[in-house]
């Protein structure tokens, strides 16, 4: 029986061991962030499924954690019909531009979650024409396994994610990544040439 012998340092197997067996042990060992985080959306999404059980009909209403919200919008690129919008992660900047017809416009600031299930941005919208400071809030709750989605104060709900992907859900618009950062840069510097 061979036994193998571990470094004291890491605790991996020391140079005796294969290199394909240390290969294996570090791509799990690499893996591990990725699996907790996948973990943690499980148990959030299977807690919400035993609250809706708990409360008896399949079109109970629950409301999703500033947490589970952040796990949907940090770090990624909302895709609009004329613009985007960019969920930064460290101090949750936020950076969006429109691009209409006539106007093109920018918006810099921070967003902001709540245990309510809301998501705010707090924007100062520039263009050639104005600058103005707008709050936007978006309010999301999870009925019958579906993330649904408003606009505050009293916008209709919508889906925003299903439990299984659907093609209509408005998630389906959002990129991993600053994706339309190169588009914000060039309109905020042509409104920054025209001011």
């Not at 979650?113 to 809301?118: A, E, I, R, Y």
């Amino acid at each position: 029986m061979r036994l193998l012998s571990m470094t004291t340092r890491t605790g991996l197997p020391s140079g005796s061991a294969s290199g394909a067996r240390r290969h294996r042990l570090a791509w799990r060992v690499s893996l591990a962030p990725l699996l907790a985080i996948w973990c943690q959306m499980a148990l959030c999404g299977a807690a919400h499924a035993a609250g809706a059980k708990d409360r008896g009909p399949a079109d109970a209403v629950t409301v999703p954690t500033a947490f589970e919200l952040q796990l949907v919008y940090a770090d990624r690129t909302w895709i609009w019909d004329n613009g985007a919008a960019y969920f930064g992660q460290k101090n949750r900047p936020v950076r969006a531009w429109t691009s209409e017809q006539d106007t093109a416009s920018v918006g810099e600031g921070r967003w902001h979650l709540s245990n309510d299930g809301k998501m705010c941005m707090d924007l100062v919208w520039r263009s050639k024409n104005y600058s103005a400071p707008i709050r936007t809030c978006f309010s999301h709750r999870i009925r019958g396994g579906t993330l649904q989605q408003r606009k505050d104060p009293d916008g209709a709900w919508y889906s925003f994610r299903h439990s299984s992907e659907n093609p209509s859900d408005e998630q389906r618009k959002f990129e991993e990544g600053d994706t339309k950062g190169a588009q914000f840069d060039q309109i905020r510097s042509l409104i920054d040439s025209k001011s």
